[in-house]
């Protein structure tokens, strides 16, 4: 394992870098959270740089739920469990096992403390990887108990919307790999879904980012066709590509009208129906994990300019 490499922020280690010949990119300790990807061609970045004006963010990793819980509440073999949105995990200080240049690995072990919010023994590896102007970002979880656990996990990435000054958020676009005919499940006030949808495709693959896109929250989808989404300025130039093969949903989302970010968002799991469940291992969209295995997910990042 080689020496790591990292910035020193405030008189203590905070963020890990990796990079290769098209590429440098950074990682907070805290939530093992993509912080930065800068490209070495044009010296911009794609990373939205957490403006606490509108989301102090860059792009947390949510575990063990994603959303929000019925009254923040959620029933677990009998015992009753308080959980903010989105989960703990995002709030957590990561490790790093690994560091070899172009990649580097990222762990997170639960505590006794954890078991108030979670009862499950569990860690979470964050694997970062750079082929040519591609990020990998690999999600792997260690059922760490000798019984099954369940579990959502995600991811919140938010990029610069426009990415350059001369431009509106307004101009761009999303281009889907392909046509969808694909409603949006709406969350309510309170961030729960209450089985209202709203028809958002037709036919089309591109969902154009205007400016009130976003007035009802997030658009949230489940089980698209396409493996694959471009972001793209008013010039048609693609800036980037996200890819999200074998997540069944997909968030796509922004603060506001005045927020200059876009998040895309990869799923296994979703918030709360108005009312919750009964138990949490009935939870739409949880993963089930049996004792001692390893689940895991990827999704990528292509940078075109």
């Not at 690999?138 to 919140?156: A, M």
């Not at 994990?289 to 990042?301: P, Q, R, S, T, Y």
Request: glycine share 8%.
């Amino acid at each position: 394992m080689g020496v790591p490499k990292y910035f020193l922020i405030s008189g203590y280690m905070q963020q890990f870098s990796i990079e290769n010949e098209q590429l440098k990119v950074a990682i907070n300790l805290k939530g093992g959270e993509l912080a930065s990807i800068v490209s070495k061609q044009n010296s911009k970045e794609y990373m939205w740089q957490a403006n606490p004006k509108f989301w102090g963010r860059h792009s947390c990793i949510l575990f063990p739920i994603i959303g929000k819980l019925y009254e923040n509440r959620y029933q677990l073999e009998g015992e009753t469990y308080e959980l903010g949105q989105h989960g703990f995990v995002r709030d957590r200080i990561f490790d790093v096992v690994a560091n070899e240049g172009n990649a580097i690995t990222f762990r997170y072990e639960s505590t006794e403390e954890d078991k108030k919010l979670y009862p499950y023994a569990f860690a979470i590896n964050m694997i970062y990887s750079l082929q040519a102007t591609t990020l990998s970002v690999k999600y792997e979880v260690e059922n760490r108990e000798k019984r099954p656990i369940s579990f959502s996990i995600g991811g919140h990435p938010a990029f610069n919307c426009p990415l350059n000054a001369d431009e509106k958020r307004s101009g761009y676009t999303l281009i889907f790999e392909k046509e969808e005919s694909a409603e949006s499940h709406l969350l309510n006030e309170n961030g729960l879904f209450d089985g209202k949808t709203k028809k958002i495709f037709d036919g089309s693959d591109r969902l154009p980012i205007n400016e009130n896109l976003f007035d009802e929250d997030a658009l949230i989808f489940k089980n698209l066709k396409s493996t694959y989404v471009s972001l793209e300025n008013q010039s048609q130039e693609k800036i980037l590509t996200f890819h999200f093969e074998g997540f069944p949903y997909l968030g796509i989302w922004s603060k506001n009208r005045a927020s200059t970010f876009v998040c895309i968002e990869p799923w296994f799991g979703i918030a709360d129906k108005v009312g919750g469940q009964e138990d949490f291992h009935e939870k739409e969209g949880n993963q089930s994990l049996g004792a001692g295995k390893v689940f895991d997910c990827e999704h990528k990042i292509t940078i075109h300019q």
